[in-house]
């Protein structure tokens, strides 16, 4: 007999209150986009429980009869400790149809376990930001770790992090987002001899912690010096930034364009490090292009504040190319939330196209819509070659478009500029004569400038 042993996944159960102003549509696609954060940190969800409601509930952000469902997939008794007296209290008329509403509504979800032998959901997602207190409330209530919107983004760039300045960016942002919900421990308890001796205690943790996010922020501030630097050696030079919604197939894309082994994956927030390769084949002037962390909704302030010197290779660019995932419905609201941080970056105004990637799903009618709607997006297929060789093409033409044509006499005694001019400038003639050597070229206006500031004025013309 062969004996074999299926490992499960851990499983997860979601939670999101639809608040005035949400669309059906939009709510769903939020709660969806959350199941699949949950799925890149490995879990297996197994339902979701929704509610209409004006307001989050200030204790456990769902009503009592949603409450009561949601510990129906994780085992919990659905209720607060102290919660015990107000529902043996005799409830007036106005609160039992109020209760009503809130336990059978419209709104109500089915499918919830049937019985204690279905496997209980060891995490309760939020798909809102909570306090702490709520936080606990919902752990009490449902006997089960409750994470929020935040949380689960927080730790999946904990996980994906791999260069030193992502990890110090996310430790960061990891370490802000606990300090409110640090609790006694029981260590703390049993210290607790004397009053508010456990309070000073847990007060010494969050220093701790702090003092502990303010050497890695000097830590950071050195490393982001030194990438700074870097910058400035290619301020000069063209450079295009892959900005877009997480998983629209940035990094594919970036493969394909520079023949760069990046880490590519079809899993959410795959990468968080800015790198940054010469477009393949190579053109003179080099063309450099820079893949960036991707974006989603609601991505918390503290993570885009930690990126920041990341997201500076788009601000610097040249050109953005907004990519987006073609065959995704929520494209068009994924390209919103993209402009939307880089507008609190600054970089509203840079030069940009849209690329409509992933465009071997699209189906056919829909593709004549998209191309109607968007007549200037590039549509392709990162995976495609001659796609990639037309935007190479365009690439190209884009930058060239802008170059200079001019003539530089270099004087011999100026010899060490022969080499910088042979790399930065696309060279249509060269010759030597008694006074030096002389160039024709394409080049940047910035480079030119920089050449006459060198050179002077009757040496570039």
Same mark, same amino acid.
């Given at each position: ?67 009561? #469902? ?68 919902? #752990? ?175 601000? #610097? ?95 011999y005694a100026r010899g060490a500029l022969v080499g910088e001019i042979r790399s930065s400038a696309r060279v249509l003639d060269e010759e030597c004569d008694e006074v030096g050597h002389q160039f024709h070229l394409r080049v940047e206006p910035a480079f030119a400038a920089r050449l006459r500031a060198q050179l002077g004025e009757d040496n570039v013309r």
């Amino acid at each position: 007999m062969n004996d074999t042993t299926t490992t499960r996944r851990p499983t997860a159960v979601v939670a999101a209150v639809q608040l005035p102003g949400v669309d059906d549509a939009e709510h769903q696609a939020s709660m969806a986009e959350l199941g699949r954060l949950l799925e890149t940190l490995g879990y297996e969800v197994v339902g979701q429980v929704s509610q209409r409601r004006q307001t989050l509930v200030t204790g456990t952000v769902l009503g009592e009869g949603k409450l009561t #469902e949601l510990a129906g997939y994780t085992g919990g008794s659905g209720e607060l400790p102290d919660m015990a007296a107000l529902v043996n209290r005799p409830k007036d008329k106005a609160r039992q149809r109020r209760e009503v509403l809130e336990r059978d509504g419209d709104d109500a979800d089915e499918g919830a376990p049937a019985s204690t032998t279905e496997p209980r959901a060891r995490l309760v997602a939020v798909d809102h930001d909570i306090t702490p207190s709520q936080a606990r409330n919902l #752990e009490r209530a449902c006997d089960a770790e409750v994470l929020d919107r935040t949380g689960i983004i927080v730790e999946i760039f904990h996980r994906h992090a791999r260069s030193r300045e992502a990890r110090l960016q996310v430790e960061i942002a990891r370490l802000t987002y606990q300090v409110p919900r640090m609790r006694m421990s029981g260590r703390s308890t049993e210290r607790q001899q004397g009053r508010g001796a456990g309070e000073s205690q847990l007060e010494l943790d969050r220093r701790k912690v702090r003092d502990r996010i303010s050497q890695l922020r000097d830590e950071l501030e050195r490393i982001e010096q030194e990438q700074g630097t870097r910058r400035v050696r290619r301020a000069d030079a063209r450079r295009v930034a892959l900005v877009g919604y997480t998983n629209a197939g940035k990094s594919s894309l970036m493969r394909a364009l520079t023949g760069s082994e990046v880490y590519v994956a079809d899993k959410l927030f795959a990468t968080l490090d800015a790198t940054v390769r010469a477009l393949h084949p190579e053109t003179t002037p080099r063309i450099l292009v820079s893949d960036t962390v991707g974006f989603i909704k609601k991505l918390p302030h503290d993570l885009v504040a930690s990126f920041r010197s990341t997201l500076d290779e788009a601000r #610097e660019a040249s050109l953005l190319l907004f990519v987006v995932d073609a065959a995704d419905p929520a494209f068009r609201s994924q390209l919103d939330v993209t402009r939307s941080v880089l507008s609190e970056i600054g970089a509203e105004t840079i030069p940009s196209r849209l690329v409509l990637n992933k465009w071997d799903k699209v189906p056919p009618d829909l593709a004549a819509t998209l191309t109607a709607e968007f007549p200037d997006a590039i549509a392709l297929s990162a995976h495609s070659p001659e796609d990639v060789r037309r935007l190479h093409a365009l690439l190209v033409e884009h930058f060239d478009d802008a170059l200079l044509e001019v003539r530089v006499c270099v004087p011999y005694a100026r010899g060490a500029l022969v080499g910088e001019i042979r790399s930065s400038a696309r060279v249509l003639d060269e010759e030597c004569d008694e006074v030096g050597h002389q160039f024709h070229l394409r080049v940047e206006p910035a480079f030119a400038a920089r050449l006459r500031a060198q050179l002077g004025e009757d040496n570039v013309r």
